[in-house]
T-cell receptor
Framework: DTGVSQNPRHKITKRGQNVTFRCDPI?????LYWYRQTLGQGPEFLTY????????KSRLLSDRFSAERPKGSFSTLEIQRTEQGDSAMYLC????????????????FGPGTRLTVL | AQKITQTQPGMFVQEKEAVTLDCTYD???????LFWYKQPSSGEMIFLIY??????QNATEGRYSLNFQKARKSANLVISASQLGDSAMYFC????????????FGTGTRLTVIP
């Protein structure tokens, strides 16, 4: 396992279509995060999972967005009825948090999925 | 209010010289962490260095060091002996340990190393 992987790397879709992205975290990591990065901006937090539980969602995550992490392994992010404003890079990150661990919890990022909505 | 502010959209540095990338942050938490990430044109965020709010010494990782001034709420990244491969976007980020576990990122600084 060499790191966080994301598929696809690029996705072009027409407005109104649904898209789904996949993230495979580092295998022993129990936390998984989704971020969105638009041009000229830093990544913005969308949601995060600890194991299979979705513990936090930002206001950016409208009802057209849904994320899952079945069995606490890989995660999927689905966007329904895509809009041009959804065009962005979607980044996934993972980290390991132990019950008695430090607060460092470095997040390792994947290469991202670049979404273009026409 | 922005939690992380990076005021330098772009910076240039001569190869082998040192450069400082500025970062200020805003939090009312006493316990937090500050991170710097590098993002080359390939898009992947690469972790560089971490500073905890209770760490008394400035963090160092190879050619990277973090100039942490807690009273001023600044966490500047210093890159020594710049290399051509250092050309990339650099993001400062913060995690508040009493809140959600996400990172708050600044808008980044594009560093260009000139041969």
């Amino acid at each position: 396992d060499t790191g966080v992987s994301q598929n696809p790397r690029h996705k072009i879709t027409k407005r109104g279509q649904n898209v789904t992205f996949r993230c495979d975290p580092i295998s022993e990591h129990n936390r998984l995060y989704w971020y969105r990065q638009t041009l000229g901006q830093g990544p913005e937090f969308l949601t995060y999972f600890q194991n299979e539980a979705q513990l936090e969602k930002s206001r950016l995550l409208s009802d057209r967005f849904s994320a899952e992490r079945p069995k606490g392994s890989f995660s999927t992010l689905e966007i329904q009825r895509t809009e041009q404003g959804d065009s962005a890079m979607y980044l996934c990150a993972s980290s390991f948090r132990s019950s008695g661990g430090t607060r460092y919890n470095e997040q390792f990022f994947g290469p991202g999925t670049r979404l273009t909505v026409l | 209010a922005q939690k992380i502010t990076q005021t330098q959209p772009g910076m240039f540095v001569q190869e082998k010289e040192a450069v400082t990338l500025d970062c200020t942050y805003d939090t009312s938490d006493q316990s937090y962490g500050l991170f710097w990430y590098k993002q080359p044109s390939s898009g992947e965020m690469i972790f560089l260095i971490y500073q905890g709010s209770y760490d008394e010494q400035n963090a160092t990782e190879g050619r990277y060091s973090l100039n942490f001034q807690k009273a001023r709420k600044s966490a500047n990244l210093v890159i020594s002996a710049s290399q051509l491969g250092d050309s990339a976007m650099y993001f400062c980020a913060m995690r508040e340990f009493t809140g959600a576990n996400n990172l708050f990122f600044g808008t980044g600084t594009r560093l260009t190393v000139i041969p």
